[in-house]
């Protein structure tokens, strides 16, 4: 007589693999005046610009990378808000 086991080797659970935390990549480039964050890892599949800054989106519409176009602009622009 056999008896079946919960705990045997065969219907324990495989661990799925831990997930690598995604950090945060700044590129920011002076001579070209141009900043790029990128926030969430993806492919870009689609791209709008919202005030000079660029904002793409993955194939579920998630944000996953900002960047800006004119950073003396925007910086401009913050001052004189201010």
């Given at each position: 007589?056999?008896?079946?086991?919960?705990?045997?080797?065969?219907?324990?659970?495989?661990?799925?693999?831990?997930?690598?935390?995604f950090?945060?990549?700044?590129?920011?480039?002076?001579?070209?005046?141009?900043?790029?964050?990128?926030?969430?890892?993806?492919?870009?599949s689609?791209?709008?610009?919202?005030?000079?800054?660029?904002?793409?989106?993955d194939?579920?519409?998630?944000?996953?990378?900002?960047?800006?176009?004119?950073?003396?602009?925007?910086?401009?622009?913050?001052?004189?808000?201010?």
């Amino acid at each position: 007589m056999g008896h079946n086991n919960r705990n045997d080797s065969i219907r324990k659970k495989i661990k799925s693999p831990a997930r690598k935390s995604f950090r945060p990549e700044v590129y920011v480039d002076q001579d070209s005046d141009f900043a790029s964050i990128k926030i969430a890892p993806g492919i870009e599949s689609k791209s709008y610009v919202k005030d000079g800054i660029v904002f793409c989106e993955d194939s579920k519409g998630k944000i996953i990378e900002i960047q800006v176009l004119n950073l003396s602009e925007l910086a401009l622009r913050k001052t004189t808000a201010a």
